[in-house]
């Protein structure tokens, strides 16, 4: 069974999209605690669009890195 996007898809409830997540981004800030989240490619770029925002300097994260998430039987995994 595929892993979903822990995106909130315009929703009040996190993992409302049914997307297969193919990106796990490990985003640090400066005063919070790292998150690690799984996403599809569309939320995946909104992440880094909303985290260069000057609306959201705020959060002060420090940085975004992204690791692929390969299918379960992949032979590269």
């Known amino acids: 069974m595929?892993?979903?996007c822990a995106s909130a898809?315009?929703?009040?409830?996190p993992g409302a999209c049914v997307s297969v997540a193919t990106r796990l981004l490990v985003i640090t800030f400066a005063e919070r605690r790292t998150q690690r989240w799984a996403m599809c490619d569309r939320h995946a770029?909104?992440?880094h669009e909303d985290l260069a925002?000057?609306?959201?300097?705020y959060l002060r994260?420090?940085?975004v890195t992204e690791a692929?998430?390969?299918p379960a039987g992949d032979?590269?995994?």
């Open 2 to 4: 595929p892993i979903t």
């Open 9 to 13: 898809a315009y929703t009040d409830r």
């Open 45 to 47: 770029a909104g992440v």
């Open 53 to 57: 925002d000057p609306l959201f300097a």
């Open 61 to 63: 994260h420090t940085s």
């Open 68 to 70: 692929p998430i390969r």
């Open 75 to 77: 032979p590269t995994t």
